[in-house]
């Protein structure tokens, strides 16, 4: 059948336009003003985007419907669905089995281990900011913070590459395709060379953990090795870095909040969480293995349905005065981090991330502010955040 929908209004959606990536919630709230809950877009591969929480949760969790075997959000969707990154791109019955070998990595008490070294470089980083008086809180903060954090659980020395890997291959890549081919390659020999490496000389690190790993007592291909290894890479860095940019950058600008969070560092919790909810930078694709109705548009089989996360968390349905931020906000079930089998595997220590994060930069520095109107540029497709947060330390 022909999917192609008859024109509306909201049609057309560029998440890469520089409106879109300013402000993505005035398209949001005047679909919803129009009801319009789904809308078409041809730009960029194509796609369909809900903005209804339930929606989104529903879709997100529907592997049998809704396949993510390309969850990239922009690009043809031939390259998208040539990445394997297991398990983010791996549909049931396999999906269970190829989380549940990274799952190790990720039990609660492993995570929470991390905790000193986050808050030693996180301490760190902020003095160094407030010795200079203020800096860009995402490249000179936030970047590094998270790569030490990814590299040291890979087991892997830090370098700036890694940021350069992922800027290219997230902010850039979906918009060209020569310039994915090549990050993608140069990620993949790197993996490689690294896995003979650890398979020659085991360490106690990720990359060692995956070279042995096996399902069922057959070893992992190399190529699932890699994936997954590369998956942690990019759901790990400029996610996280995103969020904890949004975070500063709504504490270099609401005065009142910040104050309040020095003032009482017991809201923490609650304020962190109220940031990943209005904040939340990841949005992913699934791909309708048949044809599937969306709030009463038909999305056509091998079509893209692109899942907002950030869309759904300022649903008025599911949360009182959805655009207002509340750092006590006590009922607050967002889908920053997914829905369903694919719920984030990194929560736990996004979280942690986030949280020492907050409490380490305003024992620092508890006054600071936005450099100039100018000092925000936020970047848009799959991971939306501050490219830099320019700040001052006010005295
Ligand atoms: C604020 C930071 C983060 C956000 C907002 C975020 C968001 C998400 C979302 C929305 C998904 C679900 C994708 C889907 O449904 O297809 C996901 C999956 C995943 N994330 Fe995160 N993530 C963050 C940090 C991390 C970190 C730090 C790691 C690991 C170091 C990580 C590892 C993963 C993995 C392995 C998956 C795949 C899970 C699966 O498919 O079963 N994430 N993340």
């Given at each position: 059948?022909?999917?192609?929908?008859?024109?509306?209004?909201?049609?057309?959606?560029?998440?890469?336009?520089?409106?879109?990536?300013?402000?993505?919630?005035?398209?949001?709230?005047?679909?919803?003003?129009?009801?319009?809950?789904?809308?078409?877009?041809?730009?960029?591969?194509?796609?369909?985007?809900?903005?209804?929480y339930d929606t989104v949760r529903e879709t997100a969790r529907d592997g049998e419907r809704f396949s993510s075997r390309a969850v990239e959000v922009a690009g043809p969707l031939e390259s998208a669905g040539g990445l394997f990154l297991p398990p983010l791109t791996s549909d049931p019955p396999q999906h269970k089995l190829h989380r549940d070998v990274l799952m190790p990595y990720f039990l609660p008490k492993r995570i929470a281990a991390f905790e000193p070294f986050i808050r030693d470089r996180a301490r760190e980083l902020a003095a160094g900011l407030a010795a200079r008086g203020g800096g860009d809180a995402v490249t000179d903060f936030a970047q590094g913070l998270t790569i030490a954090v990814l590299t040291t659980m890979l087991g892997v020395p830090p370098g700036e590459q890694f940021t350069d890997w992922m800027i290219r291959m997230i902010r850039i890549g979906p918009k060209?395709?020569?310039?994915?081919?090549?990050?993608?390659?140069?990620?993949?020999?790197?993996?490689?060379?690294?896995l003979d490496e650890r398979e020659a000389e085991p360490r106690d690190d990720l990359i060692t953990y995956l070279a042995g790993a096996a399902i069922d007592g057959v070893p992992l291909s190399r190529k699932h090795q890699i994936g997954s290894a590369f998956l942690i890479l990019i759901a790990g860095a400029d996610t996280t870095w995103s969020a904890i940019g949004s975070s500063l950058w709504h504490l270099a600008t609401h005065d009142e909040d910040r104050r309040r969070l020095v003032a009482d560092p017991g809201l923490i919790d609650t304020a962190a969480e109220e940031f990943l909810r209005v904040y939340a930078p990841v949005s992913v694709g699934r791909i309708a293995r048949e044809e599937a109705d969306l709030d009463g548009r038909r999305v056509g089989a091998g079509e893209r349905v692109l899942l907002a996360f950030a869309a759904a968390n300022r649903d008025p349905d599911v949360f009182e005065d959805p655009d207002e931020i509340r750092i006590d906000r006590k009922r607050?079930?967002?889908?920053?981090?997914?829905?369903?089998?694919?719920?984030?595997?990194?929560?736990n220590l996004a979280r942690l991330e986030l949280r020492v994060t907050l409490e380490e930069w305003l024992r620092v520095m508890p006054e600071f502010r936005l450099a100039g109107p100018g000092g925000i540029e936020w970047s848009g497709g799959q991971t939306r955040g501050p490219e830099r947060v320019e700040f001052l330390v006010s005295r």
């Open positions: 059948m022909s999917s192609q929908p008859a024109e509306d209004g909201h049609d057309g959606y560029d998440i890469f336009s520089p409106g879109f990536r300013a402000d993505p919630y005035a398209t949001w709230s005047a679909m919803r003003a129009a009801g319009c809950p789904v809308a078409h877009s041809g730009q960029w591969g194509g796609s369909w985007m809900p903005v209804r060209d395709q020569a310039v994915r081919a090549q990050v993608v390659g140069e990620i993949l020999a790197y993996l490689g060379g690294l607050n079930r967002h889908l920053t981090f997914g829905s369903g089998g694919h719920r984030c595997l990194g929560s």
